[in-house]
């Protein structure tokens, strides 16, 4: 069973305020998933919302994307980590300098959060990217910006499930791989275009699976996360 040695399912809290958030993550437990706070949420609600999810007992997966300058992304990080957050993420297409501050800042922390990359958007086609100057296939993208994480001291990337097993191969084993576009059997896909099983993407070689509305939009979530972990 995936749950005996650690939570696998990181669940997407993509709530709008703290309330609604909280009707949930008070039904949830600890050692059954982690928690990812994005954008919107952490917008709104800010680190109390973190601090409030801290003192239940659960590892927050901070999902803000960091993208800037070197010293600046390094900054960003180093009061993530201060926050106690267990995963944090930046865009690998920030670069190497970026990455690498990002992990002396990281580095330099009492408390070392998972420090993770973002390759290519999967919202991004081919024509997409060929738009911003990019001419060459996504999942080489991938590839690349994957390995110069690695080079660049990262724990591990966020990945479509379709690419951990190249991206395993490519990296190695420890090298963290994160996925969303996870559905269980039977779940509306949504705007997900390529999705997998959670099954299908642990035997992949997925670490963590972040899992969204199949739980948070299910009338009953707990039922919807306890029969994930069994189809585990
Ligand atoms: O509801 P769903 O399971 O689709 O939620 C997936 C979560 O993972 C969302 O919070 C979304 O922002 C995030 N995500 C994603 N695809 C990526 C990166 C992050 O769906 N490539």
């Known amino acids: 069973m995936m749950q005996v040695q650690e939570p696998r399912i990181i669940i997407a809290l993509d709530f709008k305020d703290e309330a ?35 003192n239940r007992g659960f590892d927050v997966f901070l999902d803000l994307k960091f993208h800037d300058i070197p010293n600046t992304v390094a900054a960003a990080c180093q009061a993530a980590a ?8 930046v865009h690998a297409s920030g670069g190497r300098k970026m990455m690498e501050f990002a992990r002396e800042a990281i580095e330099k922390s009492a408390h070392k959060p998972l420090l ?6 999967t919202s991004l086609s081919r024509q997409d990217i060929a738009e911003i100057g ?41 090298f963290c791989l994160v996925t969303p576009g996870v559905r269980p059997v039977g779940a509306a896909i949504g705007d997900q275009q390529r999705v997998m099983t959670p099954a299908e993407a ?14 948070t939009a299910n009338s009953d979530p707990i039922q919807a996360l306890n029969d994930i972990i069994a189809q585990c």
């Open 20 to 54: 609604s958030t909280l009707v949930l993550v008070d039904q949830l437990k600890p050692e059954l998933c982690r928690l990812k706070v994005g954008k919107e949420l952490f917008v709104r609600c800010g680190p109390s919302l973190v601090k409030k999810l801290h």
């Open 82 to 89: 201060d926050m106690g957050v267990w995963m944090v993420n």
């Open 116 to 121: 993770i990359g973002v390759t290519v958007l």
């Open 134 to 174: 990019l001419n060459i296939e996504p999942a080489d993208q991938v590839s690349r910006l994957a390995k110069l994480a690695k080079d660049s001291g990262l724990d591990g990337v966020v990945c479509s499930p379709l690419e951990v097993s190249d991206l395993k191969q490519q990296l190695g084993q420890e």
């Open 202 to 215: 642990l035997s992949a070689g997925s670490d963590y699976l972040v899992i969204g509305r199949p739980i």
